[in-house]
């Protein structure tokens, strides 16, 4: 039994109740911390032998940054691979950075409100005048009076440790933080504002903030008067910056402003991220779907889960689907060639084909018992040939004496007796010359999987995940 809180702490529960349940054990199962996180992402990694394509300090990067739930943890790994797959990259830290970057705006706005919860300079000498009776201003004041030294030694001491952790929260963010005053000139920049824009802090320190900027006038000024207007009505601003770092590069920043007070005047506290990349693989995936939607053949755009993220409308007019239908489902036997629909599958072309040799041909009298138990007696002299595969490599058995054919030298020839763990034997007495070593196919564009499926009483799906290890798969073009 799991409940969100402690059973003593349940609310309408009876005492009796209660009881029996702090009998037991009672186990707080909190957020794993992140050595757990790590341990989980890397198990994760096992379980998908994805440990050679994600290194460790990407899952590291990933287990410091998603802290909220387990799912979440395996989410940003599926994301991550999806995202490394459709821009063709390694993964790595790099990519982890653009490809989870809604992970870091969120630890941005929680590293923003714990830096925006710690007290002000003014509340703190507040609480100080009056544990000890006097006022914040005599505190700010140059008089010597006795009764003031204590508590002004108190009051700055917990304003330079306030102080202290601010810029610690700010140092050891990920995301660039440039602090500026309400003149708009640049007072702090952090070690990954460094990186963002290119530039030592002592270079742009003093600076107006529109030497970040890339923004022409007036478009700068109109979107400052926003910005400024926002703040003092909200105390906070969203949204994104086109910004240029010092080697000229122009770059987009999603970014987060807040507005802090402080004794000395107001701070506007900038969290930015850049966004450069994924603006980038965003408008080349939105041209590529408008070259879809014009095109006249049909296209369908599928994930490596074989999720189908894009489809075109001729497309969905092949497959009878709505547009919002098809971008919800997996095309599942689709990616075979396969179509559970029959009427639709003369529109796709077979992908999966199973095959095998030709071991012994055998000219067998009338009145001769072939494979286990003489299930099949000839009737004349008959020409046989042994195949080299049975239900050993995921040959349905029970296709046995239900009429099933192979494909053997352009033509369908039909299996005797029971199919075997290794082998089943083939009437080719009207097959032509066969001969040992012809190529036999079990199903595939001229034997269609749904007719072998049928005749062992099963479905397409498990055939295909039948076939056993032992099989030699050959990948055509890839």
Not at 145 to 150: A, D, E, H, M, R
Not at 183 to 198: D, F, K, L, S, T
Not at 229 to 239: C, D, I, P, V
Request: hydrophobic share 40%.
């Amino acid at each position: 039994m799991s409940i969100v809180r402690p059973p003593t702490e349940l609310p309408g529960l009876e005492e009796r109740l209660v009881s029996r349940f702090v009998w037991g054990m009672v186990a707080d199962i909190g957020h794993p911390d992140l050595e757990h996180r790590i341990a989980i992402l890397r198990k994760k990694a096992e379980q998908d032998h994805l440990e050679l394509a994600i290194p460790d300090d990407v899952l590291s990067f990933i287990a410091h940054h998603v802290r909220s739930s387990v799912r979440e943890l395996e989410g940003s790994i599926i994301k991550l691979l999806l995202y490394a797959s459709l821009k063709h990259r390694e993964v790595n830290l790099e990519l982890a950075r653009e490809a989870l970057g809604d992970k870091l705006r969120l630890e941005a706005d929680d590293a923003t409100v714990k830096a925006r919860s710690l007290p002000s300079i003014d509340k703190v000498q507040d609480i100080v005048a009056r544990r000890w009776g006097v006022t914040p201003e005599g505190l700010r004041s140059k008089a010597r009076i006795k009764s003031l030294t204590v508590p002004r030694q108190i009051a700055m001491y917990l304003a330079r440790e306030m102080l202290q952790m601010q810029a610690a929260i700010l140092e050891n963010m990920a995301e660039g933080v440039v602090v500026t005053d309400d003149q708009g000139v640049i007072v702090q920049m952090n070690p990954a504002g460094e990186r963002i824009w290119g530039y030592d802090r002592n270079e742009v320190v003093g600076q107006p903030v529109s030497v970040l900027s890339a923004l022409a006038e007036p478009e700068a000024t109109a979107v400052m008067d926003e910005v400024l207007e926002t703040l003092q009505t909200t105390g906070a601003w969203r949204g994104a910056f086109k910004n240029r770092r010092k080697d000229g590069t122009v770059i987009i920043c999603e970014v987060i402003i807040n507005r802090v007070a402080t004794q000395g005047g107001v701070l506007m506290v900038a969290v930015e991220q850049d966004v450069t990349e994924r603006v980038r693989v965003e408008e080349q995936l939105q041209m590529q779907a408008r070259v879809l939607e014009s095109m006249a053949e049909a296209m369908m755009v599928v994930d490596e889960t074989g999720t189908i993220v894009l489809t075109n409308p001729a497309q969905d007019a092949l497959l009878g689907y709505d547009r919002g239908v098809c971008n919800l489902v997996r095309p599942g036997l689709m990616l075979y060639g396969v179509s559970p629909m029959p009427g639709f599958q003369e529109r796709l072309s077979t992908v999966m084909t199973l095959k095998s040799r030709v071991t012994l041909v055998r000219t067998l009298p009338a009145g001769h018992g072939v494979s286990y138990g003489r299930q099949f007696v000839t009737r004349k002299p008959t020409r046989v040939a042994t195949i080299g595969i049975g239900y050993g490599d995921g040959y349905p058995r029970h296709v046995s004496g239900m009429g099933a054919e192979v494909w053997l030298n352009g033509r369908r020839c039909p299996i005797l007796g029971r199919v075997t763990m290794d082998q089943i034997m083939v009437d080719v007495t009207d097959a032509g010359d066969v001969r040992e070593g012809d190529e036999v196919e079990m199903f595939g564009p001229n034997l269609p999987v749904g007719e072998i499926a049928e005749k062992a009483g099963t479905i397409v799906w498990e055939i295909f995940t039948g076939i056993t290890p032992r099989v030699l798969r050959c990948y055509v073009g890839a």
